[in-house]
């Protein structure tokens, strides 16, 4: 076996961190989705069968994200050439999104039950998969000028040049929020949506902020694309939660109206 930085080789075969740590990712949050099926009236098997639609369609968007807004040119075969790299989280939350949307549609399942669940385990594999880019040397922050700041894991050096570890601020936020949100799953919050609704929002605030120092960052024009899906999740999010939680209002007055009348 022979260790490189970026992963090892077993007999003339490369295998990469990046790739080994995505697919922890992958195993950990479908483990959480089954632990918190019960929550919802689920079992593990609607878990282990809605991980079949999500998993492929999640790899399938995140590589077509990152073909789509990274401004290179490429062949119709070296899209599908995703060991190279090129991958986007955004794109896998999109391409997932539709998987569960197909899931539910197929199997007749509360599509809002099934996003509540997957919102818990998709901000455990991002938060894992984050880990992932400071070995593929991706996804790194602005350049760092300030000999105080060149320092691991405030910084990480990239090619010879020190730049800010977004990666790894970004995994931090995404691990503070898991716990918050798996606490709140299990303890607090009962209504459907709300999970769903509180990940668009803290996530896309966590993303906003972390793109402003984002070097490598793909771009539409001049506007910085995943920054610009950030807001619209969080404008998205914040409405959903004002509609969900002024319908809860209303039911419970029309409850209490029809008890004491």
């Known amino acids: 076996m ?11 075969l490369e295998i990469k961190f990046y790739g080994i740590i995505i697919a922890l990712a992958m195993v950990l949050g479908v483990y959480v989705a089954c632990k918190l099926a019960k929550y919802r009236n689920l079992k593990s098997d609607d878990i282990i069968l809605l991980a079949l639609y999500v998993l492929p369609l999640s790899i399938i968007g995140a590589r077509l994200y990152y073909v ?3 401004g290179h040119s490429y062949t119709f075969w070296e899209i599908f050439e995703i ?14 999104a539709i998987g569960v949307v ?14 509540d669940i997957a919102v818990v385990a998709l901000i455990l594999g991002q938060g894992i998969g984050r880990i992932g880019c400071y070995f593929s040397s991706c996804c790194y922050g602005i350049e760092v000028t300030n000999p105080a700041f060149m320092w691991f894991p405030l910084s990480t050096k990239i090619d010879g040049v020190w730049h800010l ?20 799953f299990k303890n607090k919050v009962k209504t459907r949506g709300v999970m769903m609704s509180l990940y668009l929002i803290c996530y896309g605030a ?23 899906l950030s807001l619209i999740l969080m404008i998205a999010g ?12 209303k039911d419970n007055e029309s409850k209490y109206f029809i008890k004491n009348n």
């Open 2 to 12: 022979k260790l490189v930085v970026d992963g090892f080789s077993i007999f003339g």
């Open 83 to 96: 060991w190279n790299g090129g991958m986007a989280i955004y794109g896998g939350v999109i391409g997932g």
């Open 102 to 115: 197909l899931y539910c549609a197929i199997h007749k399942k509360n599509f809002i039950d099934i996003a």
């Open 238 to 249: 914040i409405i959903l939660l004002i509609v969900i939680y002024t319908k809860k209002r």
């Open 165 to 184: 570890s977004t990666f790894f601020y970004e995994s931090l936020c995404d691990f503070v929020i898991f716990f918050v949100f798996l606490w709140l």
């Open 206 to 228: 966590v993303r906003c902020i972390i793109e402003t120092f984002r070097g490598d960052s793909l771009y539409i024009g001049s506007m910085k694309v995943s920054q610009l």
């Open 68 to 70: 789509i807004f990274s």
